[in-house]
């Protein structure tokens, strides 16, 4: 395709070469939010991701809830989170937290069945969410000091795959909560070092984080404000 021969449908960007300027965040609602969201892979960055796609989202005054499933870590993560707190201080991003320390099946000393109960509290967490969005307007604004139960616009479900992969819930609870998502949210899962094949026609978009290389195979330890 020549530079002068732009295919059907694309426009030149915008802009003018004018640099973008931050604005106010006010409470607004997307127009086109509405998809399903898959992270997954054996690579560092899928949280990441999702927690920088969540803050765009909220920088558009769009109301957004990460809830966590087995995010614990381990004795190498400070108690206090970089994310939580910059999450506290961001108009309209809220979270909340079911993992406890150490990982499922992993020698760390951690509880097994603590585990598998804060996986099925989560589950039923996310169906109140899911509940809560599906009686809001989501094609409105929303306020963003807003109770999440009483819906959002984006709603994140960091390290649910990993729960289904470890088999502390089914896939079919997985599929469920897709099923039970309302038209306008748009619904973001992510975890699992496994292909979440069963998500292959049910996901709209489907990222694979691989690792080419990892500092902890040379002995890295979690880092304050890259990892934690």
């Given at each position: 395709?020549?530079d002068?021969?732009?295919?059907?449908g694309?426009e030149?960007t915008?802009?003018?070469?004018?640099?973008?300027?931050?604005?106010r965040?006010e409470?607004?609602?997307?127009e086109e939010?509405?998809?399903?969201?898959?992270w997954?892979?054996d690579?560092?960055?899928k949280?990441?991701a999702?927690?920088?796609?969540?803050?765009?989202?909220?920088g558009?005054?769009?109301?957004?809830h990460?809830?966590?499933f087995?995010?614990?870590?381990?004795s190498?993560?400070?108690?206090?989170?970089?994310?939580?707190?910059?999450?506290?201080a961001?108009?309209?991003?809220?979270y909340?937290?079911?993992?406890?320390?150490?990982w499922h099946?992993?020698p760390?000393g951690?509880?097994?069945?603590?585990h598998?109960?804060?996986?099925?509290?989560?589950?039923?967490r996310?169906?109140?969410?899911?509940?809560?969005a599906?009686?809001?307007?989501?094609d409105e604004?929303?306020?963003?000091?807003?109770d999440?139960d009483?819906?959002?616009?984006?709603?994140?479900?960091?390290e649910?795959?990993?729960?289904a992969?470890?088999?502390?819930?089914?896939?079919?609870?997985?599929?469920?909560?897709?099923?039970?998502?309302?038209a306008?949210?748009?619904?973001?899962?992510?975890?699992s070092?496994?292909?979440?094949?069963?998500?292959?026609?049910?996901?709209?978009?489907?990222t694979?984080?691989?690792k080419?290389?990892?500092?902890?195979?040379?002995?890295?330890r979690a880092r304050?404000?890259t990892?934690?």
């Amino acid at each position: 395709m020549s530079d002068d021969m732009p295919s059907a449908g694309v426009e030149d960007t915008p802009g003018e070469g004018r640099t973008p300027e931050a604005e106010r965040i006010e409470p607004s609602a997307p127009e086109e939010f509405g998809l399903v969201q898959v992270w997954w892979g054996d690579g560092k960055g899928k949280t990441t991701a999702t927690l920088g796609m969540g803050m765009r989202a909220a920088g558009h005054g769009f109301r957004v809830h990460m809830l966590q499933f087995m995010k614990g870590g381990a004795s190498s993560v400070d108690a206090v989170r970089g994310e939580y707190n910059a999450i506290a201080a961001l108009p309209g991003f809220s979270y909340e937290n079911l993992g406890h320390y150490g990982w499922h099946g992993m020698p760390d000393g951690s509880d097994e069945e603590k585990h598998e109960a804060q996986a099925q509290a989560g589950l039923e967490r996310a169906r109140e969410l899911l509940a809560g969005a599906a009686e809001a307007a989501l094609d409105e604004p929303i306020a963003l000091d807003g109770d999440p139960d009483d819906g959002v616009h984006m709603l994140i479900l960091d390290e649910v795959l990993y729960a289904a992969d470890r088999g502390l819930l089914a896939e079919d609870d997985v599929l469920a909560l897709i099923d039970d998502k309302p038209a306008d949210l748009e619904l973001v899962l992510s975890g699992s070092h496994t292909e979440p094949t069963y998500l292959e026609d049910r996901a709209d978009l489907i990222t694979n984080v691989r690792k080419q290389a990892h500092p902890i195979e040379n002995g890295q330890r979690a880092r304050r404000g890259t990892e934690f």
